[in-house]
C-alpha cells in the first residue's frame, strides 16, 4: 500500500496525469476538500485537468501511514501558484502558497479505490488574498 501511495504522488509532482490515474480503480472515489464526493476515473481526469487551468502545485515532505492492508493516509505540504481564477475564488495573479493538507486512501487489488483531501480553505484564503 506504502508503495502505492508513494508512486501516486511520484506521478502527481511529475506531472504525469495519465501515470496517476493508471493507479485509480475505474470506480474511485473522490472526496474533494470541501466539495461534493466524485465517482470515476473520468470525474478524477476533469478535476485534474481544472486544477492544472487554475494551479500548479507540487507535493513535499510527504509521510505516509499505513494501516489495515486496504486503508493508508498521507500528510504533506503542498507548495504551489495560482494561476488563473478558479470559480468562486479570489482572483489569480500568481499568487504562491503552502499548506499542510492531510489525504486518506483505499485500495483494492493493487488500485485506489478512494481518494480523500482534506485542507485548511481559510489558510489558503489567507495566502492568496
Avoid: C
Avoid at 506504502?2 to 475505474?26: H, P, T, V
Avoid at 476533469?46 to 507540487?58: G, I, K, P
Avoid at 493493487?110 to 489558510?123: M, P, W
Amino acid at each position: 500500500m506504502k508503495s502505492l501511495i508513494e508512486n501516486y504522488y511520484a506521478a502527481f509532482n511529475s506531472g504525469d496525469r495519465e501515470a496517476l490515474l493508471e493507479l485509480l480503480a475505474d470506480d474511485v472515489v473522490h472526496e474533494v476538500n470541501e466539495g461534493q464526493a466524485e465517482t470515476g476515473k473520468d470525474a478524477f481526469r476533469a478535476f485534474l485537468e481544472r486544477m492544472d487551468r487554475s494551479y500548479r502545485e507540487t507535493v513535499e515532505d510527504l509521510a505516509i501511514f499505513t494501516g489495515p492492508e486496504s486503508r493508508a493516509a498521507a500528510e504533506f505540504y503542498i507548495r504551489g501558484e495560482y494561476l488563473a481564477t478558479d470559480e468562486g475564488l479570489p482572483e489569480a495573479k500568481g499568487q504562491t502558497y503552502h499548506l499542510r493538507v492531510g489525504a486518506f486512501f483505499e485500495a483494492r487489488i493493487g488500485k485506489i479505490t478512494r481518494v480523500t483531501n482534506y485542507y485548511n480553505l481559510r489558510t489558503w484564503l489567507s495566502q492568496v488574498s
